[in-house]
C-alpha cells in the first residue's frame, strides 16, 4: 500500500489540492494517510467528496450537534486565506467533521525533533523510508527519523519497541537503529529488532549486522544469518545463539505469535506488549513452565486468551478490561 510522502506533511489544504501529485495519491483507493496527517486527510476528504465516492459516509444535520458547530466554526475561522475561503467553505467544513469521526491508531506526527511513526494496541504499520528501506512495526511500537533527514555519512532510525526491517543497500551510507541500549548497523540487509521491557533482542534473517552497546565497555556483536542476540538488561553481557526456531521472531508479521519452549512469564510479556494489558501471574512454578504454540493471533485479544486457556493448559480471569489473572487450570 503507498504511504504518504513525507514531502506532503508540510504542505497546508490549499497547497496540497493544487499539487497534482497529491492528488493522484490521495485518489487511490489503498493510499495510506496516517491519522496525525490533519491537512493531509482534510484534503483527501475534499478530494473524495468532489469525485462522489461512496465509502464515505458523511453525517446528516441529526448528526451536526453542538460540538460538530463549533468544530466547523473553529475551521473556517483558521482558513489561511479569503480566496480559498470563497472557493471552498462548505468543503472544508465537511471534511474537517469526517476528520474528527475517522478513527485509526496509526500516528504520523512531525515536531522539532524530527518525523514519528507509532502502533498502538493489536496494530502494525508498514513503512517506506526515503532510500527504499521498508520497516514493519508491531504493535505499540514508535519509530523516529531525525529532524532535518538523514547525514551524508548515515541513516539513522531510533527504536522503542519491535519492528522488522529491509534495508536497501548503501555502501556509502550505513543504516543505523538505535533503541536504549543498543546501536545495530548495517548496510543492506533483513533484520528484526525488539527492545522492551529494558531488554534487546535481535534477530538476523539475511546479510550481515554489528552491534554496538552504548555506554558499557562490551564489544561489538558480530551477526550472521539465523542468529539471535539478547541482552536482557544492561550491565549484563549479550548472548549470541543461533536461533532455533527462526520463524518464531517473525510470526507477528504474520498476525500470530509463536512460543518454542519459552517460559510461560515471557510468552505472557509478549501477549501483554502487542494489547496494551497487564497479565499478571503470582505462581513462580507456573510462570517458569515452558509452553510451545504456533497460533496465538496478534489482532484478537478475546480469542488469543481463549486459546491461551485451551492450549496451554490455563485459566485467565478478568481483573478489568485492562488487567488479567493468570492461574493454573483445575
Known amino acids: 500500500m503507498p504511504q504518504l510522502p513525507l514531502k506532503f506533511l508540510t504542505q497546508d489544504v490549499d497547497q496540497l489540492l493544487e499539487d497534482p501529485e497529491f492528488r493522484t495519491f490521495a485518489l487511490r483507493p489503498d493510499a495510506v494517510l496516517p491519522t496525525g496527517a490533519g491537512s493531509a486527510h482534510q484534503a483527501r476528504m475534499i478530494l473524495l467528496g468532489l469525485t462522489g465516492d461512496k465509502r464515505i459516509s458523511l453525517p446528516g444535520t441529526a ?3 453542538a460540538s460538530f458547530a463549533a468544530l466547523m466554526a473553529k475551521t473556517q475561522a483558521t482558513a489561511p486565506a479569503p480566496a480559498v475561503r470563497r472557493l471552498w467553505p462548505r468543503v472544508l467544513a465537511i471534511a474537517a467533521t469526517v476528520f474528527l469521526l475517522l478513527t485509526a491508531g496509526l500516528i504520523l506526527l512531525r515536531s522539532p525533533a524530527g518525523v514519528t511513526y507509532a502502533t498502538g494496541n493489536a496494530e502494525r504499520l508498514d513503512v517506506s523510508l526515503p532510500d527504499g528501506s521498508t520497516v514493519t512495526l508491531n504493535a505499540n511500537t514508535t519509530l523516529e527519523l531525525p529532524a532535518g533527514g538523514w547525514a551524508t555519512t548515515e541513516r539513522s532510525v531510533s527504536l522503542d519497541g519491535e519492528a522488522f526491517f529491509d534495508v536497501a ?4 551510507r550505513p543504516f543505523l537503529v538505535v533503541t536504549d541500549d543498543a546501536e545495530i548497523r548495517v548496510l543492506g540487509t533483513r533484520f528484526n529488532v525488539r527492545d522492551r521491557r529494558g531488554s534487546t533482542r535481535i534477530f538476523l534473517e539475511e546479510g550481515r549486522v554489528n552491534v554496538g552497546w552504548p555506554g558499557t565497555r562490551l564489544p561489538e556483536t558480530s551477526m550472521s544469518p539465523n542468529e539471535i542476540v539478547t541482552l536482557k538488561s544492561r550491565g549484563n553481557s549479550p548472548v549470541l545463539e543461533v536461533a532455533s526456531v527462526p520463524g518464531r521472531h517473525l510470526a507477528w508479521k504474520s498476525g500470530h505469535l509463536e512460543f518454542n519452549r519459552l517460559p510461560l512469564a515471557e510468552a505472557l510479556n509478549e ?38 486457556e485451551r492450549a496451554l493448559g490455563l485459566r485467565i480471569e478478568t481483573q478489568n478490561k485492562s488487567a488479567y489473572q493468570v492461574f493454573a487450570a483445575e
Open 63 to 65: 448528526e451536526k450537534d
Open 169 to 172: 543497500k548503501d555502501k556509502a
Open 271 to 308: 501477549v501483554a506488549d502487542i494489547y496494551g494489558i497487564k497479565i499478571s501471574c503470582d505462581d513462580p512454578l507456573l510462570e517458569k513452565m515452558e509452553i510451545s504454540s504456533a497460533g496465538i493471533p496478534t489482532d484478537n485479544l478475546k480469542l488469543a486468551l481463549r486459546l491461551m
